[in-house]
């Protein structure tokens, strides 16, 4: 009887192990569940739409947007500011069943309606008004950005959608922007087990059909994904789902490749990387091209996300794993080195998220809350707290305490997987189901708060943070403070360069070197006019018998 | 003797349920580590239950091979792999996945072997011809390689630049001298996936200044400097390779250039870790090159 109790616990203790990481297989529906859809009608009797439509590469002025037919036919998509009239339309007369049509020539900042179809019907539209894109902002606008972060979702099971329905209620309830969700950010392993089409159908563009109509999604590779793509011929459903920018084109450096690329929104810079099957090595593609971009970029903000955990102890040890560690090694000091300000990973099922780090490097073992200095494992006289206002008080970065990042490994989107959850680098480690949500305003002070919630499946908030930013609106002098000469002076008004040499001092030449160093005009006077000159920044180098000056003027 | 025979009969039902249960047990014990090594030890504890419920199946040898392989561990993934092939898994999928396992193990002879089984299965397959160059490569036979590997530049549909990257790294090993088809492997990348990729214009600017075309490859320090928004970076490098080159006037031109600019910078910028190296780079150079002038 001891015996047989024995095996029941165990197989008990088995059977709830294979509760939190089983998938649930659940029939490829596709068309007809879109037609439950409020408000949205799709009720073509020739051509049945099976997936989508969903957008893709969001910039100030296009957008890209996919969706499945069941049969070859025309693309064609009607947009317009008005849900009334949608007098705008791009077609693509070629016969396909995987659409994808770029919207562009929009306006940054603005919502417009579409529905889409074929030359002889419409497909797919919203009459209540759900089916929209709201353009991204022009760079560098300061505004509220909501963004809903998703690690590890692609269970398919009732978890993923606890979680899903759980944001629905938050993101209709908010106080602010209600109903307003900027972007979605999927942090890889979106569909279980290995990436298939079909698990995508069912794990994603089931599950978030109704977002997906009205909100741009990303994505970096999970491992899961990689195992039926291939980021080395760039092949596979992952790659042939999703269509990301690889030439710059919504704002980031061009990385000419969809394994990492980036992007601009509003204020902020998102640099995607690929921790799974490209080169984590210093000096490799993607190192020259995350360095490049990010010393690139003028954002007020700067995120990146990639899969494996920098930082983890839940179902994947940062310590063990390789990926972990050379991500960890090799490409967070170049990216804190230049401001980096949030990490958000997946890959271990659980939430945890770090205290505010800076040059942490090493295994968790090695890590000290108390160390703070520059290059120390946490930053200011508050990283070793809790992040909270209303608590420890908020990270804080000021244009001269520019270092401090907070790292998050959230990948319980789908399930939870437990783990050690002890990471000395982590103010919190839970075991529970959620997603989180990255919300920046302004401060009502001239800077801005980065805020990250960390929402249950329950509709609870277990964990929050702010990174305060000041000095946001403190920009350089135009004509570069730094560069004060006391041998020249530019009158910008008379378009002229002054010289103030010694008494002493007799003037040999004057000459001037453009931007990209090219002599571009010679004097030998004092004064001199420089009204022709075309605008940037020139070296003027002014010769005396005495000595040389090599001065910068910026000319306006 | 009935006793016995009870007894026994219990001890072999005992052995049933035990043998019945041993799948079971066998997960349990797996998963205790699961914790410590994530979903793909998991997968492999799972494919391991799998094994013992059916020894004789290759396919799920070649499955927890695969995984084996993916978790770095390669010898129990190349087990898998021979014991699927034992079992008769002819799938040319396995012989691609052996040379993959030799590749990353440096057995490049092997390597080549396996790799060719699976040539003579698919002797179009383009991720076979290039796994193929690699291993060509790592044994310095560099015509092998550049041949298989112009196959793959030719045949491949999504092109990457670690693509265009290793091609052209191909072609200088197989003559250090032949920078011209290097660039132009280089172009090609650049016609195929955007002018700007950053990965083929740092490696064009590599060669260029390798190759000592020198006013060519300060044009494209120019290139660098007009096409991005920071230019201090840039700017700085240029001096570098301008200090290298001996013109130390143009390097301190190009120095002061990049000071103009950092000084143009946002404070925040100006203060990362990043920039206050820079700028004592910046200093640094200067004082060498002033030294020269």
Redesign the interface.
């Known amino acids: 009887m001891i015996r047989n109790n024995i095996l029941v616990l165990m197989m008990l203790f088995t059977l709830h192990s294979f509760s939190q990481t089983s998938i649930v297989d659940i029939p490829n529906v596709s068309a007809d569940q879109g037609a439950n859809n409020f408000g949205l009608l799709q009720n073509s009797p020739s051509v049945v739409i099976e997936r989508g439509p969903y957008l893709q590469s969001g910039t100030p002025t296009s957008v890209i947007v996919r969706w499945r037919t069941d049969t070859a036919t025309e693309s064609v998509v009607n947009y317009g500011t008005l849900l009334s009239s949608l007098s705008l339309n791009e077609t693509s007369t070629d016969l396909t069943t995987e659409h994808e049509v770029a919207l562009s020539g929009l306006t940054p900042n603005t919502k417009y309606y579409f529905n889409i179809g074929n030359k002889t019907e419409v497909l797919s539209e919203s009459v209540t008004g759900d089916m929209y894109v709201i353009t991204a902002p022009a760079a560098g606008t300061k505004q509220f950005v909501r963004a809903w972060i998703l690690g590890d979702p692609g269970t398919a099971n009732n978890n993923q959608r606890e979680v899903r329905d759980a944001y629905y209620d938050y993101v209709a309830a908010a106080p602010t922007n209600q109903g307003k969700t900027d972007m979605m950010l999927f942090l890889g392993d979106n569909a279980y087990n290995t990436g298939k089409d079909s698990e995508y159908q069912n794990a994603f563009f089931d599950v978030y059909d109704d977002m997906f109509k009205k909100s741009v999604a990303w994505s970096c590779l999970g491992n899961h994904d990689g195992d039926s793509a291939d980021s080395a011929t760039q092949s596979g459903p992952y790659y042939d789902i999703f269509t990301f920018p690889t030439a710059g084109e919504a704002g980031g450096t061009p990385s000419g490749t969809e394994a990492y690329y980036s992007f601009d929104y509003a204020n902020i810079h998102f640099i995607i990387l690929d921790s799974h099957q490209s080169s984590r090595d210093i000096g490799g593609a993607m190192y020259n091209w995350a360095q490049t971009d990010i010393q690139n970029t003028t954002q007020d903000w700067i995120v990146t996300l990639f899969h494996h955990p920098a930082y983890s102890k839940g179902s994947h040890d940062s310590d063990f794993d390789h990926r972990p560690i050379e991500m960890r090694e090799n490409l967070m000091p170049m990216l804190e080195a230049n401001g980096v300000d949030l990490v958000l990973n997946g890959h271990s099922h659980s939430y945890e998220r770090s205290y505010f780090l800076n040059g942490h490097q090493g295994f968790a073992h090695t890590f000290n809350p108390d160390e703070i200095s520059k290059g120390g494992h946490t930053v200011g006289a508050t990283g070793n707290g809790d992040g909270k206002e209303d608590g420890d008080g908020a990270y804080q970065k000021t244009s001269v305490a520019t270092e401090g990042a907070v790292y998050i490994t959230t990948g319980s989107a789908g399930q939870i997987s437990g783990g050690d959850l002890n990471h000395q680098a982590m103010f919190l480690s839970l075991n529970e189901l959620g997603s989180c949500i990255l919300e920046i305003e302004d401060d009502g002070m001239g800077g801005q708060n980065l805020t990250v919630k960390f929402l249950r499946e329950n509709d609870e908030i277990d964990d929050y943070f702010t990174i305060n930013k000041s000095g946001i609106n403190l920009k350089a002098d135009a004509k570069g403070t730094e560069q004060k000469s006391v041998v020249l002076f530019y009158d910008s008004d008379k378009g002229l360069i002054n010289l103030n040499l010694d008494a002493k001092e007799r003037l040999k030449k004057v000459k001037f070197y453009n931007n990209v160093g090219n002599l571009v005009k010679k004097s030998k006077k004092e004064s001199i006019n420089v009204r022709k000159l075309p605008k940037g920044t020139y070296v003027i180098e002014i010769t005396t018998n005495k000595k040389t000056y090599n001065e910068a003027v910026m000319i306006e | 003797m009935t006793k016995l025979f009870k007894n026994l009969g219990t001890n072999l039902g005992t052995i049933q349920v035990f043998k019945r249960?041993l799948p079971?047990?066998t997960?349990?014990m797996l998963?205790v580590q699961?914790?410590?090594?994530?979903?793909?030890s998991?997968r492999i504890a799972e494919k391991t239950v799998a094994i013992s419920e059916n020894p004789d199946n290759a396919e799920l040898y070649y499955e927890r091979g695969l995984l084996y392989q993916?978790h770095?561990e390669y010898s129990n993934a190349l087990e898998d792999y021979h014991k699927s092939q034992v079992l008769g898994n002819t799938n040319k999928a396995l012989h691609y996945r052996i040379a993959e396992v030799h590749y990353v193990t440096e057995d490049f002879k092997k390597a080549l072997k396996s790799i060719g089984s699976y040539l003579e299965l698919d002797s179009i397959d383009?991720?076979g011809k290039?796994l193929e160059a690699q291993i060509w490569y790592n044994l310095g036979a560099y015509k092998e390689s550049l041949k298989a590997y112009h196959y793959v530049m030719e045949t491949?549909?999504?092109i990457?630049?670690?693509?265009i990257?290793e091609f052209a790294d191909i072609i200088l090993a197989e003559n250090k001298n032949n920078y011209n088809d290097a660039l132009e492997a280089i172009e090609f990348?650049l016609d195929q996936?955007?002018p700007?990729?950053?990965?083929?214009q740092?490696k064009k600017l590599d060669y260029l200044e390798d190759s000592d075309q020198r006013e060519k490859a300060l044009e494209h320090?120019?290139y660098f400097?007009?096409e991005?928004?920071?230019?201090e970076?840039w700017y700085y490098r240029?001096a570098e390779y301008l200090a290298k080159m001996d013109r130390p006037q143009?390097s301190?031109?190009?120095l002061?250039?990049a000071?103009?600019?950092?000084?143009?910078?946002?404070?925040?910028?100006?203060?990362?870790?990043?920039i206050i190296?820079l700028k004592e780079q910046i200093k640094s150079l200067e004082s060498l090159n002033n030294q020269r002038l």
């Open positions: 249960l079971i047990l997960f349990f998963s699961v914790f410590a090594h994530g979903d793909l998991m993916q770095t383009v991720k290039k491949m549909v999504d990457r630049p670690e693509d990257l990348g996936l955007g700007n990729t950053l990965s083929l740092l320090y120019n400097i007009v991005y928004k920071r230019k970076f240029k143009e301190n031109i190009s002061k250039l000071t103009a600019t950092i000084g143009q910078l946002d404070d925040r910028f100006k203060n990362m870790s990043s190296k």
